[in-house]
T-cell receptor
Framework: GAVVSQHPSWVICKSGTSVKIECRSL??????MFWYRQFPKQSLMLMAT?????????EQGVEKDKFLINHASLTLSTLTVTSAHPEDSSFYIC???????????FGPGTRLTVL | AQKITQTQPGMFVQEKEAVTLDCTYD???????LFWYKQPSSGEMIFLIY??????QNATEGRYSLNFQKARKSANLVISASQLGDSAMYFC?????????????FGKGTRLHILP
């Protein structure tokens, strides 16, 4: 299967700071990337879908100004949590797909803790 | 309305027994795909099995099989001969459409505990 990486795997930051999470497809070109958020003991909730070179499509209720998504290349998408607050603490998972894949492949996730 | 329903929040099963995890779905799209993922405590999402809406046969992958009952909109996961390493969270998911860039929606999950 295709490989997707995320960096960092975990991050702790102070309230009010911004945090950037990277999602990379290592062995295929990801025309589409998806960002999910998972609170403890809950399911994955889709935040947004991004296509390379175009603006992300956000799910209802997700603040686009708070969660900035950039998908500037076929192997990299970034999620920036701006002015993070403790309620943004969560597990963020990306997935990627492309014309050479039959489905989405998930990254290992990033655990964000905002103090 | 929920599109994916998993009615079992948690299950306890004796090692080596078979286990069935329930999943029902709701869609009006004739073309869709159903997935099962395993999420151990490490958090990674491990793909287990896929069933397309037009597939005639039930999907199987090793010890995993998907009991696809289209008329009932049911896609239960069957794990045969359970192992201690099967203890994890299991998510049923659906993709409306069968393109690689269609989004996947997840159910709430079932936590499976395998007892020695």
């Amino acid at each position: 299967g295709a490989v997707v990486s995320q960096h960092p795997s975990w991050v702790i930051c102070k309230s009010g700071t911004s945090v950037k999470i990277e999602c990379r497809s290592l062995d295929f070109q990801a025309t589409t990337m998806f960002w999910y958020r998972q609170f403890p003991k809950q399911s994955l909730m889709l935040m947004a879908t991004s296509n390379e070179g175009s603006k992300a499509t956000y799910e209802q209720g997700v603040e686009k100004d708070k969660f900035l998504i950039n998908h500037a290349s076929l192997t990299l998408s970034t999620l920036t949590v701006t002015s993070a607050h403790p309620e943004d603490s969560s597990f963020y998972i990306c997935s990627a797909s492309g014309t050479s894949t039959d489905t989405q492949y998930f990254g290992p996730g990033t655990r964000l803790t905002v103090l | 309305a929920q599109k994916i329903t998993q009615t079992q929040p948690g299950m306890f099963v004796q090692e080596k027994e078979a286990v069935t995890l329930d999943c029902t779905y709701d869609t009006s799209d004739p073309s869709y795909g159903l997935f099962w993922y395993k999420q151990p405590s490490s958090g990674e999402m491990i793909f287990l099995i896929y069933q397309g809406s037009y597939d005639q046969q039930n999907a199987t992958e090793g010890r995993y099989s998907l009991n696809f009952q289209k008329a009932r909109k049911s896609a239960n996961l069957v794990i045969s001969a359970s192992q201690l390493g099967d203890s994890a969270m299991y998510f049923c998911a659906m993709r409306e459409g069968q393109m690689w860039d269609d989004k996947i929606i997840f159910g709430k999950g079932t936590r499976l505990h395998i007892l020695p």
